[in-house]
């Protein structure tokens, strides 16, 4: 049923990267198709700006409703980038959870943990959207419950999605 899921996605994406032209249409369907595979509560779509710095471009619930980014696991986000690659957090039953990350995370597990508790998240990924050699955004999603199905075994999938999103933005 997963791969059944996962194969579904990738087409969906396909799809809406070919037929959508609207570049802000083209985002709301990315984050709705992600939040759905992940079961997050919230997603988002932070993108570089010609200054360098990144910026939220797009932030919405489960119901498809635009909403105002507030409260995200900036450390997160920023560790995402310097690595380049996925950091995600998924805390499990009446364990705390632990930062985890595509490459080694280094001494930042303390301060991300610390945020993503502060928060009062269950969930928080983060995936880098590559094109080519460089880093052109990141996806966002995050949860104050534990997600129903998704496993650290889909963040495989996931992170190579990131790269046909990231050719669809750019």
């Given at each position: 049923a997963?791969?059944?899921?996962?194969?579904?996605t990738?087409?969906d994406?396909?799809?809406?990267?070919?037929?959508i032209t609207?570049r802000?249409?083209?985002l709301q369907?990315?984050?709705d198709?992600?939040i759905e595979?992940?079961d997050?509560?919230r997603g988002?779509?932070?993108l570089?700006r010609?200054?360098g710095e990144?910026?939220?471009e797009i932030?919405?619930?489960?119901?498809?409703?635009?909403?105002e980014?507030?409260s995200?696991a900036?450390?997160?986000?920023e560790r995402a980038?310097?690595?380049g690659?996925?950091v995600w957090?998924?805390?499990?039953?009446?364990?705390?959870?632990?930062?985890?990350?595509?490459n080694a995370?280094?001494?930042?597990?303390k301060?991300i943990?610390?945020?993503?508790?502060?928060?009062?998240?269950?969930?928080?990924?983060?995936?880098?959207?590559p094109?080519?050699?460089?880093?052109?955004g990141?996806?966002?999603?995050?949860?104050?419950?534990?997600?129903a199905n998704?496993?650290?075994?889909d963040?495989?999938?996931l992170?190579?999605l990131?790269?046909?999103?990231g050719t669809?933005i750019?």
């Amino acid at each position: 049923a997963k791969d059944y899921r996962n194969v579904m996605t990738l087409l969906d994406t396909i799809v809406a990267v070919n037929l959508i032209t609207d570049r802000a249409t083209l985002l709301q369907r990315i984050v709705d198709m992600m939040i759905e595979l992940t079961d997050a509560e919230r997603g988002m779509i932070l993108l570089r700006r010609s200054s360098g710095e990144f910026s939220v471009e797009i932030c919405q619930d489960a119901h498809m409703n635009a909403v105002e980014p507030r409260s995200y696991a900036t450390s997160g986000v920023e560790r995402a980038l310097e690595i380049g690659d996925a950091v995600w957090y998924l805390g499990s039953g009446a364990e705390t959870g632990r930062v985890a990350a595509g490459n080694a995370i280094g001494g930042r597990t303390k301060q991300i943990e610390d945020e993503i508790r502060s928060l009062g998240l269950r969930t928080m990924i983060c995936v880098t959207l590559p094109v080519k050699d460089q880093v052109i955004g990141v996806l966002y999603l995050d949860s104050t419950r534990l997600p129903a199905n998704f496993t650290e075994s889909d963040l495989v999938f996931l992170r190579a999605l990131s790269r046909q999103i990231g050719t669809a933005i750019e």
